[in-house]
């Protein structure tokens, strides 16, 4: 398959698309890779049974997909732009396809977080370029009622995935949540080269150096995280990791600033809302993250759950956005949405909060419960919400770049979360007995309730009546 770009890349070298295998195969291939992210958190308990990989082992498992994902989008994007849409799909798509097999075949916890590595620099490819090629294909009365469609793929995946992963590692085994991808990403990929039609976009630079540096400085400071518990905060590894990380993040603002065509130009933020709602998306994903990574494996490592029970007890957690988020979506256009992403980030604080102070060996479901829905509702208020005020930070020709980096950020804050919460975690419990993992849990998502606060303090730097016209399916910031 050649990657030489046409003579003209701002016009499609196919003819009128086929519309519904557009939204039927862009949509499918968005919901497998968007469900990949949570699919594995049921089933994590299993893989670390099955591989001995230890609570460090199962965070990497999360953060390697997420990084790599969050590192790789804005190049996906790029890279469909210059060498043809459904080109980088179908590859995005084979490259996911083949690392879910390499995720099903490892053999040790270092080759297992290689593929979800490798995954996620294929979803990299195909979540952004998935929704650019359902915009351009149906016609602008049609694209809001298609984008909400779409976007609403998000919050089912967010409610499926945990069930799902309990479904198929305890009915068979951990192996097959990786390996119903393969099935599925053949026949997208076959059906995608067929079908779907081929666009070009503006050939711009990739920003290979700002790639490259912000990946290190996030690894170097998520590896010191996850390590210092086990190695010691003064060894020589964690700290040649943490300025390793830090320099490296250094760097890639200086870069930034100076580069041609950046990935994230500094100048959008300087713009308010911009910030603010990039501060709040940061935070919230943070908190977002390391608390449903942490109640998954408390369900089941403290109080005995399977991963199927563990699922639904964790449902009025997951499955909220489904019901509330378009609810919130409408409101945020009658009232503004820095009240709404407000209360919604409150919200989301105080039930953490809540679940934090009723946890223990024997607690009341009934209790917790109250928690998880006080929490759910905060998601399901911020999730629309947030991504719709970086948007509206920005003019239209920037939107793709705004999108990008919102959706940059987000990945890398639920990677910061889970970082920050398991070392807490760590350094007060473990996955010893239910006793010692309960004494690390309730710490730990108080650290994912201040990532909350900090979410809420964030969003009041918004304006007062900032405009919400993003259509209210959409539940995370893909670009558009």
Known sequence: MSLTAPPDPRHATAGP?????????????FFMTALDALVVANALPQIEASLHMG????????????????????????????????????????????????????????????????????????????????????PVERRAAVIGAYGGLAGIAVALGPILGGLISEGIDWHWIFWVNVPIGLTAALLSARLLPETFG?????????????????VGVVWALVRADASGWDSPEILAMLVLGIVALAAFVLWERWAREPMMPLRLLGVRSFAAGNAAAFMSWAAINVAAFLATQYFQFA???????????????FATPLVVAPI???????????????????????GIAWVALEASTRPSY??????????GVGISMSLPTVPTAVLDAVSPEEMGTASGVNNMLQRFGGVFGIAV??????????????????????PALGVAAALAVCGALAALALPGRARAEAPAGILVGEPR
């Open 303 to 317: 109080l005995g759950y399977s991963p199927v029970e563990t699922g639904i007890r964790l449902l009025p957690f």
């Open 17 to 29: 698309p086929r519309l519904r295998w557009v939204l039927v195969l862009t949509a499918s291939a």
């Open 202 to 218: 503006a050939s711009g630079r990739i920003d290979v150096p700002g790639v490259a540096l912000v990946t290190a400085g996030v």
């Open 328 to 350: 919130a979506g409408a409101v945020s256009q009658r009232v503004g949405l820095r009240p709404v992403i407000v209360l919604g980030l409150a919200l989301l604080a105080a």
């Open 366 to 375: 009934p209790a917790i419960v109250i928690g998880l829905a006080v929490a």
């Open 55 to 138: 609570f460090a082992g199962l965070q990497w498992t999360v953060n390697a997909y997420n990084i790599a994902l969050a590192a790789g989008i804005i190049c996906g994007a790029a890279l469909g732009d210059r060498f043809g849409r459904r080109r980088m799909f179908v590859v995005g798509l084979l490259v996911f396809t083949a690392a879910s097999a390499g995720c099903a075949l490892a053999p040790s916890a270092a080759l297992l977080i290689g593929a979800r590595t490798v995954q996620g620099l294929g979803g990299a490819m195909v979540i952004p370029i998935s929704l650019t090629i359902l915009t351009e294909a149906f």
């Open 421 to 442: 919460g398991t070392a807490v975690f760590g350094a007060r419990g473990g996955l010893g007995t239910p006793a010692s993992f309960t004494d690390g849990f309730r």
